[in-house]
């Protein structure tokens, strides 16, 4: 210990921590055992039983069965089918598209009970009822016609 002063301590503490790695190095050494080796488990096939006496294919098979169920009745509950062609799709714009401008037309058609004449009606209270009501399509070409009628008996 001529060489450095205060070098002893840590000698001391390196043979310490060299000594605490030996040890843990030999508690990780196996021992060879007397015992026989484990079995392995027997490969998985098509034929294994896996529970309830069902073999792995009949799982499966039953597995599958029920998804594509599955998937089946919510593509024709949510109508999902994807067109293939060019013609279906332009078809499919073109339906929906007539489909719209027929229940904006709809929006248009007044009440049932503006339309029909009830017999037995004053033209007065008719009158009245044209003027408070909405006008349609066929209230306007009737007015219409009555107007060229009344312009041709002028004419006359």
């Avoid at 001391?12 to 007397?34: D, F, N, Y």
Wanted: hydrophobic residues 40%; charged residues 30%; proline residues 8%.
């Amino acid at each position: 210990m001529a060489g450095w002063p205060g070098a002893g301590p840590l000698w001391v503490l390196g043979g310490a921590a060299l000594g605490v790695c030996l040890a843990g190095v030999a508690g990780q050494l196996i021992e060879p055992s007397t015992a026989p080796p484990k079995p392995k488990p027997p490969p998985l096939t098509k034929e294994t039983v896996v529970f309830w006496d069902m073999r792995l294919w009949h799982v499966v098979g039953i597995f599958s069965l029920f998804v594509l169920s599955i998937i089946i009745t919510l593509c024709c509950v949510f109508n999902c089918r994807v067109p293939r062609t060019r013609k279906e799709i332009e078809a499919r714009y073109l339906q929906r598209k007539a489909a719209k401008m027929y229940t904006d037309k709809l929006e248009t058609v007044p009440p049932l009970n503006e339309l029909t004449e009830v017999p037995g009606e004053d033209k007065k209270k008719k009158k009245k009822k044209k003027k408070d009501s909405v006008d349609t399509v066929a209230i306007k070409v009737e007015e219409d016609e009555k107007n060229e009628a009344k312009k041709k008996k002028g004419e006359k």
